[in-house]
């Protein structure tokens, strides 16, 4: 194991670090934030008592005295919210991306234990507007801009180690949230911490409003009687789109005495690897090939799945055994299955144990149902009863297929990003034939997708299957190729705000019916209001091999995700598997008709034996309409059938009658 100084320890769920194989991305531009921030946090267990506690600050009674504050420019200053200021402490941002205005969120405060006696906010999105979009850039303040909120002196002396610890909610576009720590009164600060850097929270992304900050800091301040700290909004950083913005709060801060026995989850590089990895993963068949991560697994196309994590001995004492186990728990609350990982046999303090060892067996779903996976880091002081590091996520298995996990992070669309977007795809992985219907195929009933409520009522979107195979980044899709299934939808005043089925069966309710492979569901947008806005849910829990997800900017390049962004990680697109068991080609009494000849170069003739008016549809094996009439008949006549147009192949004819009886059969046309 590899000695490492762990600069940020939580307690919420982390994000997935980038693949390493990420190809082409873009600047992401600011967003307004719909969705509520999903990044959950636990209370921790530790052995801490109240005589624990070194020293601590609540802001009950505003900014202390003795704290000072240092800003760049000087008028960027962080804000004291408590039951008497203006706004009080019911508000959290008043910018105009993060806050009230324009953007439907309520400028949500922190949750923090002692919230409603008042908490400090760094509130960059109104600084640099003024909460108007109006004025974006035109603030007090505007971005790039530094705030610095300094302690009073502590003294640690006699105190053979702190842990900081303090509650936070924070939102970023382009900004760094820092601790910086001085042993001699504020004189020098060589020493920084990195709160929640942009492999735990990404650009455009949030922490839980009740989120956690913990990092042992004994090495630092251990004996020292001059201590100060520093917070540190730092938004210097820039892009193509800007600088700053968005918000951090803070509140009940504290130094408390280590514990001796707890592990911690981590995000970390293991030797010998070159990247970082997320404190938690999830391997579907084995990563074979950029397999995507299925949270909604369709149960006709399950594979292996195998789970790690790196853990960190954050207590200070020596641990052995360390491993991790994951828990597969129903909707009954039944534990229906454990997988461990193999041990660690001993692990120092301030030592990581790498997911290159702490990646479990393989567990393969085999019934339909919600489940909820639980991971938990153990070793022979810290049992799966009493560990502190348990984080659950959830697993959804039935006839859906999505990378989502239902739990929204943020929306995309047609104003996101450089240029915009135009068009996204997700993978899915149709290997596995339905077997109860034809030998080779799958059946689909069509597509979820939840659309913002922002999302003009009157827009189009088609929804395209392209065969992945000759995807290139920045190209796309082969010129020379087609889609093998369109089907283009109009959207109407209930699609937005609503998980919305765009429905693949034909007119009489077949399914679609494509052969196995690995394919690309693409929605391209078609907005047709001006400015027109199209905006899709999107689940950050998990990031997604670099073919799982991609989207098409306005100039017409295809990319995957952004640069240090989980705006676009796990779009809210699902695709409906069908039962092909329950399909058949309908016969009723319709009365007879015949086609002839059949095969034939698309011309011949279709004789009805009784007179009446009839619908004529022609559909290809795909479900796609190709021709249609309308006829009025007399008893024995022959319509003339003109399909010379069709590329050879099996197509499906179907008559229908004004009593609402078919009849299907299948049409070969060979030139």
Known sequence: MKRTLLLCLTLSLSNSAFSQNKQASLDPSPEFQEAKAIRRSAAALTESTSQSLIWSEDFSSGIPAGWSQNGTPALALWEYRGPN????????????????????????????????????????????????????????????????????????SGEAGAELTFHTYARRFQSAWLVAISTNGGVTFPDTLEVFPTSEVAVNASTAQNAVYRSNISHIVANEAAVVLEFIFDGNLSNSNGSGRYYWMIDDIELN???ANQLVFTRATAPGTSSEAPAHDIIYNGGANGYPKYL???????????????????????????????????????????????????????????YTTLTTTSWTPSVAGDYRL??????????????????????????????????????????TGTNGMIAFGVMCSLEQEDTAGD????????????????????????????????????RGYPPSSSAIYRKAFTLDGSAPCNLTNFSFENAQGEPLKIPTGTYHVVANFFPNAPAGVIRVANSATWNQPSLASVFQNQNGDWFSQFTNSTTFVSPLIRLVTSDPSTISIVEESLADFSV????????????????????????TMLGQEVHKKSLNLNANEKYELNLGHLSNGVYLLNISNSNGESKTVQLTIQN
């Open 85 to 156: 200021t203006i706004p009080n402490d019911t508000v959290g941002s008043r910018g105009c991306w993060a806050g009230p205005l324009q953007s439907g969120n309520l400028g949500d405060p922190i949750l923090s234990p002692t919230a409603s006696n008042g908490f400090m906010i760094f509130d960059s999105d109104f600084l640099h507007s003024n909460g108007d979009r109006a004025t974006n850039g035109q603030g007090t303040v505007p971005a790039p801009h530094v705030g610095r909120l300094r302690t009073d002196t502590i003294d640690l």
């Open 257 to 259: 005495r280590p514990p």
């Open 296 to 354: 909604n697994l369709a149960l006709k196309q399950t594979v292996p799945i195998e789970f790690d994590s790196n853990i960190y001995n954050y207590g200070s004492q020596s641990q052995t055994n360390v491993r991790l186990e994951v828990e597969v728990w129903d909707a009954n609350n039944s534990l229906i299955n454990t997988l461990v990982s193999p041990a660690i046999s001993s692990l120092n303090p301030l030592d990581t144990a790498y």
């Open 374 to 415: 639980v991971y938990k880091a153990t070793s022979d002081s810290i049992s799966s009863a009493t560990t502190t590091a348990a984080d659950t996520f959830n697993l959804f298995v039935g006839d859906g297929y999505s990378l989502d996990d239902a739990v929204v992070a943020n929306y995309f669309g047609t104003n």
């Open 439 to 474: 030998p080779g195929f799958v059946y689909l009933q069509g597509v979820d997708i939840l659309l913002s409520c922002l999302t003009d009522s009157t827009a189009d979107i088609e929804i395209a299957i392209w065969d992945t195979l000759d995807f290139e980044f920045n």
């Open 596 to 619: 002839y000849p059949n095969p034939s170069t698309g011309y011949g003739f279709v004789e009805f034996t009784e007179a009446g008016s009839y619908e004529l549809s022609v559909y």
